[in-house]
Structure formats: C-alpha cells, structure tokens
C-alpha cells in the first residue's frame, strides 16, 4: 500500500488564502511535561489549509458538514493533469477526460498550495464545475486555495454545491501523477460547519 | 461500503475530560452569506473529542505528530469486546483474544465519550499496555477520554509510545461488534502537534 499525503502542514508560517493573517492558524502551548504532558491548542479558520467546503458555505439552505453522508469524503479518486492550463479550467478542458460517475474528481494544476498565495491561481470556470456535476461526481479537489477566484456570485461553488458535491480546496497535488487511485479526506464532525480542516491521501 | 462512524460531534457542549472548562472547544462564525459566504473558526484542544496523541505527548523526546508514518492511522483493525470488564484491562483479558501483528486493536468497553465524562472510566492497566505492545500492534483506540486514569507516571501512555505506538481516545464504539474491519484516523498534519483531532470510521 502507497500512501500519498496530500496536506500540506498547518503552521503559523503556513500559506492563507490572499494572505489574510486572520486566517493564519495559531498553536499555543497549554501545558508541558513539567506539569504532566505535552498539551496545546489549535485555532484555526476551517478554510485553512487542506479543507472541504460543505454546501452551507455559500448556500443559505445547504448541509453543514456533519451532515453529508461519509462515503462522499472517500473512494475511487482520478487525478486529472490539467498543469498546461493557463487561466481556468473550462468544459472543454475536461470533455475528452474519463471521467466517471462517482469518481472523486482531483484538478491537478500548475499551482502549489504549500507556496506563497499566488492571486493569479488556476481555478474551474463555472462552465467546468457545469459539466463536472453532470458527470455525478462524488466530489471534486483542487490545488489552490481557492477553487474560484473573484467571482461575487460564487458561480462553482454554487454549481457544485447545490448537487452536494463537496468541494476539497489545498490539496497538494505536486507529486501525484494522473491516474485512478482511491482518496480519503474525511471532515472532522463539526457542528454546524461551513467546512473542515482535512488530511487527505491519495492510495494505491 | 459500509463506513461506522466512531467521531463524537464536535461542539461547545460535547462531552470533556475531567469536564475541564479549558477542554471545550470553541466555535466561533468569523463571516455570514450576507459579506458573501459563511465562514468560522474552529479552536479546540488537541485532546479533545476523538484524537490521536503522539508520543511527544507523553515523551520529552518522543515523535510529534506529523513526523509519524501515515500507515500508522489506517489498515486492518479487530474491535474486542471488553465491555464486561469493570475496572481496568490487564494482560489477562486480553492473552487469549486474536490479536495480530499491526492490528489496529480497538477496545470496546462500557465507557461512551458521547455522554458525560465519567471519572470511574473502564481504562488501559499497564500490563495490558505491555500485552499489546508485545504483539507488535499498529495503533491502539479506547472509548474513554483517556486510556488511564489518574497515574501521574503515565506508564499505560509510555509503555505504548515508546513503541510509537499512536494511541486513539475518544472514539465512539458503542455501534460496533467485536471482529475484523478496516479503521482509518488520519490525524490533521499540525507542527510540532502533541495529538490530533480525528474523524475516526471504520469500514467494511
């Protein structure tokens, strides 16, 4: 069995989307061997990092991520190489893929989310999230920390979401090929969460 | 697929080690739809609910968190039924059950995390701890918020990460028979982590 970590570290030097510093994660100490044990705190915004993004995220009436059946979060994955797109990923992008209904769909581009924030990201027009939901994905991943950019209506996040297609967004994608392979990333059972901080691996 | 489910829910009012006030994590919404999404921020205690303790944890100089093989958190499980036992489980409860090497042993006993926090917790006695890390195990999971009670020298603790043995506290196993399944508990990827909250299932 061959175990590819897809998350990249949570540290206070860690990359935050547009580099806000609220979404910088804090870790504090709370107690130390000389009391007992080595003990500490994580404070973290859930879309920091490797995380899933739940339908409520941008749906007034969407689930929450402790409500959306467990069996969307692991499964048969395909890692797409999508490294020569320049700006978005769009249908045409994707038409010619094999693409299959359940698959757990992972857009490996030319970003790197364990680098700086790069605003300039690639990410899946609305017209590629359109043709991915008509496939019956599972879910779909990608390697920025956004999956759109600048889009006030939040068109992909929409489209997707409403299907309850959940969404993976910082996933590490730089060392893993095209190919099929079975993902995991489950969401820590969080109530009322708009998403979750994950570890996702890919195995083979 | 059939995925049990072993992760309490995360909230201000869920279940808490010694019912410590510092132990209940806290949830707070950072952004609603009407500034354009729904957003928050998790901060809870590396201990809490269902999580793995590295053994830094306990070991001044013991592995933190990230550093551990990810193989360590997932593979071929035995959940064993102790729920019979009333105080401790000791080598003798556990010689003559099937344990093999690089079992993930799960010990189901009469404790639920999901309930209030019960100081009289069925937990792990040290010759049990030494039973199990005779047997070359993986990992080891328990239904109580600790796997010992109230012994200042942590021996149940170290005798199992010096190993590296992760240990699993928290997790809920009161849906589960005893037998073979295959049990998955990546922990989050947090520097210089002591432990991690997990979304712990087991599959089959």
Redesign the interface.
């Known amino acids: 069995?061959k175990?590819y970590?897809l998350?990249?570290?949570?540290?206070e030097q860690m990359a935050v989307y547009k580099n806000k510093s609220?979404k910088r994660p804090k870790?504090k100490v709370?107690r130390t061997?000389k009391e007992?044990?080595?003990?500490?705190?994580?404070?973290?915004?859930?879309?920091t990092g490797s995380h899933v993004d739940a339908p409520?995220?941008?749906l007034?009436f969407g689930n929450t991520i402790?409500k959306l059946s467990?069996?969307k979060f692991?499964g048969n994955s395909i890692v797409l190489d999508l490294t020569k797109v320049k700006d978005s990923i769009r249908q045409s992008n994707l038409s010619k893929l094999r693409i299959k209904k359940n698959d757990i769909v992972l857009l490996k581009t030319k970003n790197n989310p364990d680098k700086n924030f790069n605003p300039d990201f690639t990410y899946l027009h609305k017209s590629g999230a359109a043709y991915l939901a008509s496939k019956k994905i599972k879910a779909v991943g990608i390697d920025s920390l956004g999956i759109e950019r600048n889009d006030?209506s939040?068109e992909t996040?929409n489209i997707l979401l409403r299907k309850n297609i959940p969404i993976f967004e910082g996933l590490d994608l730089s060392k893993v090929k095209q190919g099929n392979y079975f993902f995991?990333g489950?969401?820590?059972?969080?109530?009322?969460?708009?998403?979750s901080?994950?570890?996702a691996?890919l195995?083979r």
């Open positions: 069995m175990i970590d998350s990249p570290e949570i540290s609220e870790i709370t061997l007992g044990t080595n003990e500490s705190k994580l404070d973290i915004e859930l879309h409520y995220h941008t007034k402790e467990l069996d692991m006030p939040h996040h995991h489950l969401p820590l059972k969080i109530k009322n969460g708009d998403a901080p994950v570890r691996v195995v």
